[in-house]
C-alpha cells in the first residue's frame, strides 16, 4: 500500500511534512503525557514490533498469501497516536537503514496508514465494540486497510492535476482518480477481510491471557 | 559529522531531484550518485533495479498502453518518471550502504537512542520471527487450510506482542539500573 518514491510532487510531499510534524509534535505530547519514563523503551518495542507485524503473512483462498500491515491491532491495542509515532518511525527506520520505501514519500504514507488508518480504526471499534466485540475488531481491522488505500489513491490520483508540464503531461503519477480509485481501493476492500479476521483473533487471544 | 553531512545531502538531493523534470540532468545526478556510491555503485545499481523494476513496468507499460485508447502518451514522461524513480531508490540505497544513520542522528540524543533502541528490536524480532515461521514450516506435512493459516498467523502474531512487553520491561529496568531516567544523571549515565 505504500506510495514508491519518486511519483509524489513536491506541492505534495511538503505540505503533506508540514501535516505531519504537527502530527507527530501531538503524539510526542500523548506519548510523554501517557508512557512516563519508560516512554523511550516502549516507543521502540513497539516500533520493532510494528515493523514485524508488516511481516505476519494474511492468508488468502488459494493458499496464497501478503504482508498484513498490523495497523487495526495496534490502533486497537495502544489507541491512534502511538500507532502514529510507531509507524512513523517503522517508515523512517525501513527509509533510512533497509532502503526501502522512501523519504519524500515518509509523511503520507505516515499519515494515511499510521494516523488516518489507526484513527478509523478506533473509532470503528469504540462504537461498534459495545454492541459486538468482533464486530468491532473486524471494523478496525478493515478501515485500517481500506482507508489508507482510499487515501493513497486520493493522493496519487490528484498529481497529474497539480504537476504537469505545459501541454498537460503528467510530470509524477500519470494516472487520475478515475484509475487510481478503483485500482487501489477495490484490492483493499478484500484485504482488509482478512486484516480483519487477523485483528479479531489476534486481539481475542491477547485478552484472553 | 561525515555522517550528518551526507544525511543533509540526501535530503537536498531528493528535494532536487523531484523539482529537476531535465532527464539529462538526472542522468548526470546519477552519475554523480553512482561516483558517491564508489565501488559499491555496480552492486547497488543492481539492486535498485530490481526494486523498481516491476512497479515502474506496470506504470510504464499501463501508461504506453493510453495510446491503444488513443490518448496522448509522452515518450519523455516515461524517460523522465523511470530516470527520477531510478537515482532517487540509488540514492537511497547508497545513503543505506554509506551512513552510519545513527551516527547522522545524533544531533537529538533522544532520536539516537530511539532509533538504537527499535534497531536492535528490530533485529530481534524479525530473527524470532523467522524462527517463527521455520518452526511451523518444518512441522506440517502438508498445505494448511484457510483457517490453520489465519490461527498460526495470530499466535506469531501473539507471541510477538508478549515478547515486546517483556522486552520493553526489560528494556526500561535496565536503562533505570544504569540511572537513565534520574534528572541529575547527566551524560555520564547515557554514556558520554
Known amino acids: 500500500m505504500h506510495v514508491p518514491d519518486g511519483f509524489l510532487s513536491p506541492q505534495t510531499y511538503l505540505p503533506a511534512y508540514a501535516i505531519a510534524a504537527g502530527g507527530w509534535a501531538w503524539a510526542t505530547r500523548v506519548l510523554q503525557r ?14 520493532a514490533l510494528g515493523f514485524v507485524l508488516m511481516s505476519v503473512m494474511l492468508p488468502l483462498p488459494g493458499g496464497t498469501s501478503v504482508h498484513a500491515s498490523g495497523i487495526g491491532i495496534l490502533a486497537v491495542v495502544f489507541g491512534p497516536w502511538i500507532t502514529f509515532a510507531a509507524v512513523s518511525l517503522v517508515l523512517l527506520l525501513q527509509a533510512l537503514v533497509f532502503g526501502a520505501g522512501g523519504i519524500t514519500v515518509l509523511p503520507v504514507n505516515a499519515l494515511a496508514m499510521g494516523l488516518a488508518g489507526s ?85 481475542r487471544f491477547l485478552r484472553r491471557r | 559529522m561525515q555522517d550528518r553531512l551526507l544525511l543533509l545531502g540526501y535530503a537536498v538531493a531528493v528535494i532536487a531531484v523531484t523539482a529537476v523534470h531535465n532527464p539529462w540532468w538526472l542522468t548526470g545526478g546519477l552519475l554523480v550518485a553512482a561516483a558517491v556510491a564508489g565501488r559499491r555503485a555496480p552492486a547497488i545499481g543492481w539492486r535498485a533495479l530490481g526494486a523498481v523494476l516491476y512497479f515502474n513496468l506496470v506504470i510504464s507499460v499501463g501508461y504506453a498502453a493510453r495510446a491503444l485508447f488513443g490518448q496522448t502518451v509522452s515518450i519523455d514522461y516515461l524517460i523522465l518518471v523511470n530516470v527520477r524513480v531510478y537515482l532517487l531508490i540509488f540514492l537511497t540505497f547508497t545513503l543505506a550502504v554509506r551512513v552510519d544513520v545513527l551516527r547522522a542522528l545524533n544531533f537529538s540524543q533522544g532520536l539516537t537512542y530511539l532509533a538504537t533502541l527499535a534497531l536492535s528490536q528490530i533485529i530481534t524480532f524479525r530473527r524470532l520471527f523467522e524462527d517463527l515461521r521455520l518452526a511451523a514450516e518444518s512441522r506440517r506435512l502438508r498445505r494448511l487450510g484457510l483457517r490453520e493459516s489465519y490461527l498460526q498467523s495470530a499466535a506469531a502474531a501473539v507471541h510477538l506482542f508478549d515478547r515486546a512487553e517483556h522486552d520493553a520491561r526489560e528494556i526500561a529496568l535496565a536503562m533505570r539500573a544504569r540511572g537513565f531516567f534520574r534528572p541529575d544523571a547527566g551524560d555520564d549515565a547515557r554514556g558520554h
Open chain 1, 34 to 47: 501517557r508512557l512516563d519514563e519508560t516512554l523511550l523503551p516502549r516507543l521502540a518495542v513497539l516500533t
Open chain 1, 119 to 203: 484513527a478509523a480504526a478506533c473509532l470503528a471499534y469504540r462504537l461498534l465494540h459495545p454492541i459486538d466485540e468482533r464486530a468491532g475488531l473486524f471494523a478496525a481491522g478493515w478501515l485500517a486497510t481500506v482507508v489508507p488505500a482510499l487515501l493513497i489513491a486520493l493522493v496519487l490520483g490528484i498529481q497529474p492535476a497539480i504537476a504537469h508540464t505545459a501541454d498537460g503531461q503528467p510530470l509524477f503519477f500519470p494516472f487520475g482518480l478515475s484509475v487510481t480509485l478503483p485500482a487501489l481501493v477495490v484490492p483493499h476492500v478484500v484485504l482488509g477481510v482478512g486484516e480483519g479476521l487477523l485483528t479479531i483473533l489476534v486481539v
